[in-house]
């Protein structure tokens, strides 16, 4: 069985700061592991994407995250928010076994000016 | 890269009524579609896994006999919700998968649709 814990419901910070956005993981297989954001009432958009290759990722627009196999954490980091980084955030697994994603609760994240 | 087009974006329909929503891959064959299903403030969850000329698989507690779900060609999934009440009210995405080993390979998701029953 596979699953993702998203350890945080919201996160705000403030626009010109660090983002961290953290994630758990439970395979029972090699996982390929994913970060999709949501903007309201709009489809997602994939960030980034872990299978199996370099444990640290770099994604689309600033945002990358580090695959830990230890820690079975795959946390996503951006060095500098945007306001228009403000979207609902999901960390995704998929493993060999199970062709679905299982999805995270989500990350809710604000940007304050 | 690949894209998914999913539409209706939004409807509204009475209820009793039936609702088709249709998913396309538009530059890449899908073998396998996933609808999903998501609440408001919720996360996305699984509703059924379908494979091109075969029955969908559906996920413990989704009934397929109001969730119907066709995937004809490579290219085209529907979903349709037969005689539809207001607690189907919701945002269903679909995501399509493409071949492995080929350029796309990956899960590419549609922009979802907006059902609202009245």
């Known amino acids: 069985a596979q699953s993702v814990t998203q350890l945080d419901s919201h996160v705000s910070v403030s626009e010109g700061t660090p983002v961290l956005l953290r994630c758990n993981y439970s395979s029972s297989y090699s996982p390929s592991l994913f970060w999709y954001v949501q903007h309201p009432n709009k489809g997602l958009q994939l960030l980034l994407k872990?299978?199996?290759?370099?444990?640290l990722v770099k994604g689309i627009n600033g945002f990358e995250a580090e695959f830990k196999k230890s820690e079975t954490s795959f946390h996503l980091t951006k060095p500098s928010a945007h306001m228009s980084d403000a979207a609902e955030y999901f960390c995704v697994v998929s493993d060999t076994g199970r062709r679905a994603l299982t999805f995270g609760s989500g990350t809710r994240l604000q940007v304050q000016p | 890269g690949a894209v998914v087009s999913q539409h209706p974006s939004r409807v509204i329909c009475k209820s009793g009524t039936s609702v088709k929503i249709e998913c396309r891959s538009l530059?890449?064959?899908?073998?396998?579609m996933f609808w999903y299903r998501q609440f408001p403030k919720q996360s996305l969850m699984l509703m059924a896994t379908?494979?091109?000329?075969?029955?969908?698989?559906?996920e413990q507690g989704v009934e397929k006999d109001k969730f119907l779900i066709n995937h004809a060609s490579l290219t085209l999934s529907t979903l349709t919700v037969t005689s539809a009440h207001p607690e189907d009210s919701s945002f269903y995405i679909c995501?399509?998968?493409?071949?492995?080993?080929?350029?796309?390979?990956?899960?590419?998701f549609g922009s979802g649709t907006r059902l609202t029953v009245v």
């Open positions: 379908s494979n091109e000329g075969s029955k969908a698989t559906y």
């Open positions: 530059d890449f064959q899908a073998t396998t």
């Open positions: 872990y299978t199996s290759a370099a444990t």
């Open positions: 995501s399509a998968r493409d071949f492995p080993g080929t350029l796309n390979y990956g899960y590419t």
